[in-house]
């Protein structure tokens, strides 16, 4: 697998970067076997921290099933939104792997490794409204997502819910930052086209958020 801690310019062949409403797409920043690579992780998570169907606020069941690695894991019930340093089964929660951990390094740098991974499983028919990503301390960090699998409908717009927003289709092996002024944008996925990626066996999609949360 390639090296690229030490790498400052993204290689050679790589798209260039190009904004999606305030955040920057890395389109196909994973190399096919990378993302082979990065599914083993996950499944290995998985198999340590079962995926589980969180609660809106309102009890409902989200379409997402969901877990997390890292010291934290986000959750969510009637309780609300918010990051427990443990599993719901009470278990800790694995370790963010390397594959995943060398994304952040590369894109965002060294000055602070990310607390959270978590890890989305969208079936045919998930999707995820329009939300914000507001449950960490310190927005000055950007949150890191990593797409695999079957491509999604994606979803912007700025940090008030209900201006005007613009939609983008993430791929397998899209990096995608939301930083800066597109920390706080609101975003969320319409649906995601079942059968567009051979990456995942079973189809379905795998999204990765990367978090500083304390
Ligand atoms: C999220 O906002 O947590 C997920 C976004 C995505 O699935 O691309
Ligand atoms: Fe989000």
Redesign the pocket.
Known sequence: MTNREDRSEPAKGRPAPVAVGGATLHPGWLAAAEQAAMVADIRAIAAAAPLFTPLTARGKPMS?RMTSAGRFGWFSDRLGYRYISRHPSGSAWPAIPQSVLSVWTTLVGTGRAPDCC?V?F?STGAR?GL?Q?RDEADFGWP?L?I?LGDD?L?RIGGTTRGGSTRSAW?HSGDV?LLGGEARLAY???DRIVAGSSMLLPQGG?I?L?LRVVD
């Open positions: 997402v978590l989305n969208y995820m939300h990503d949150v997502s797409s999604a994606f993430l995608l975003h969320g996925v999609r999204n958020t």
